[in-house]
Nanobody, 113 residues
Framework: QVQLVESGGGLVQPGGSLRLSCAAS????????MGWYRQAPGKERELVAG???????TYGDSIKGRFTISRDNVKNTVDLQMNNLRPEDTAVYYC???????WGQGIQVTVSA
């Protein structure tokens, strides 16, 4: 059974940082692209960042230069380091194995003073 379990969200002030982590199980982790997506209230879900098994990365335009995605193919985790957070980054963040349309339960990130 595939499981993607996110952790690390919460409330942070503008300009602050958070690190999200996703623990994956139930599949051969190092064979798949992994991604982080987010969905803000009233908006569609959007790609935040993706990473290939070999570590090649891609980022959504709105977060380039502020967020960094990484993975550990031994621990089966994929992390998202978020720096210089803005109120518009407020959303539910989801870990995903997009090729198989697998999703975590989502975790709230709120950026507010």
């Amino acid at each position: 059974q595939v499981q993607l379990v996110e952790s690390g969200g919460g409330l942070v002030q503008p300009g602050g940082s958070l690190r999200l982590s996703c623990a994956a199980s139930g599949f051969i982790f190092n064979m798949y692209v992994m991604g982080w997506y987010r969905q803000a209230p009233g908006k569609e879900r959007e790609l935040v960042a993706g990473i290939t098994p070999g570590g090649d990365t891609t980022y959504g335009d709105s977060i380039k230069g502020r967020f960094t995605i990484s993975r550990d193919n031994v621990k089966n985790t994929v992390d998202l380091q978020m720096n210089n957070l803005r109120p518009e980054d407020t959303a539910v963040y989801y870990c995903s194995r997009p090729l198989r349309n697998d999703w975590g339960q989502g975790i709230q990130v709120t950026v507010s003073a």
